[in-house]
T-cell receptor
Framework: EAGVAQSPRYKIIEKRQSVAFWCNPI?????LYWYQQILGQGPKLLIQ????????DSQLPKDRFSAERLKGVDSTLKIQPAKLEDSAVYLC?????????????FGPGTRLLVL | DQQVKQNSPSLSVQEGRISILNCDYT??????FLWYKKYPAEGPTFLIS?????DKNEDGRFTVFLNKSAKHLSLHIVPSQPGDSAVYFC???????????FGSGTQLTVLP
């Protein structure tokens, strides 16, 4: 079974530029998550999708971050414009469904550096 | 406000000995707890979990203990192996959305 795929793996941009990350979850997984992991901290949830609907985006900085999950499969996360403090690893995870004991499977992440 | 805390950023243990990683939480609504392991340049991988109705769960060399009254959980690895060297994250979830709240991680180094 293929895991969660993410691209690109690394991205360097200047502040005020735009950037987009892509995630392909495990086939059949209904729930998809985007996390931000700043160096020295644990992953922090940005947005959660159930199929192509948003379950929770309360921690997403909506003035600059946006995310979509078209057709309930792939997802993209965009930052526009980027700030220095957006430098982090962006992790995508998926799980089969919303359930108490459902494991989240993580992709390798995209490491973003904003200069 | 950190709801899940891992107060030890790092831990070194000799190969073959026991590793004990600790985690504290403040939100009494958390009802499911997980440990993830992370190698450099990889995403976190699920290791072991425990429901709040239990106080212990065991899987091979890994055991998680939950003390609800103290709002504390720990991960025991026995015996520790060099391949266990990684960052370990404690996470907790609650509610219908099952969102995970992570601690800041503990870097475990197992010395040969």
């Amino acid at each position: 079974e293929a895991g969660v795929a993410q691209s690109p793996r690394y991205k360097i941009i200047e502040k005020r530029q735009s950037v987009a990350f892509w995630c392909n979850p495990i086939s059949g997984h209904a729930t998809l998550y985007w996390y931000q992991q700043i160096l020295g901290q644990g992953p922090k949830l940005l947005i959660q999708f159930q199929n192509n609907g948003v379950v929770d985006d309360s921690q997403l900085p909506k003035d600059r971050f946006s995310a979509e999950r078209l057709k309930g499969v792939d997802s993209t996360l965009k930052i526009q414009p980027a700030k220095l403090e957006d430098s982090a690893v962006y992790l995508c995870a998926s799980s089969p469904r919303l359930a108490v004991q459902e494991t989240q499977y993580f992709g390798p992440g995209t490491r973003l550096l904003v200069l | 406000d950190q709801q899940v805390k891992q107060n030890s950023p790092s831990l070194s243990v000799q190969e073959g000995r026991i590793s004990i990683l600790n985690c504290d939480y403040t939100n009494s609504m958390f009802d499911y707890f997980l440990w993830y392991k992370k190698y450099p340049a990889e995403g976190p991988t699920f290791l072991i979990s425990i429901s709040s109705i239990k106080d212990k769960n065991e899987d091979g060399r890994f055991t998680v203990f939950l003390n609800k009254s103290a709002k504390h959980l720990s991960l025991h690895i026995v015996p520790s192996q060099p391949g266990d060297s990684a960052v370990y994250f404690c996470a907790a979830s609650s509610g219908s959305a099952r969102q995970l709240t992570f601690g800041s991680g503990t870097q475990l180094t197992v010395l040969p």
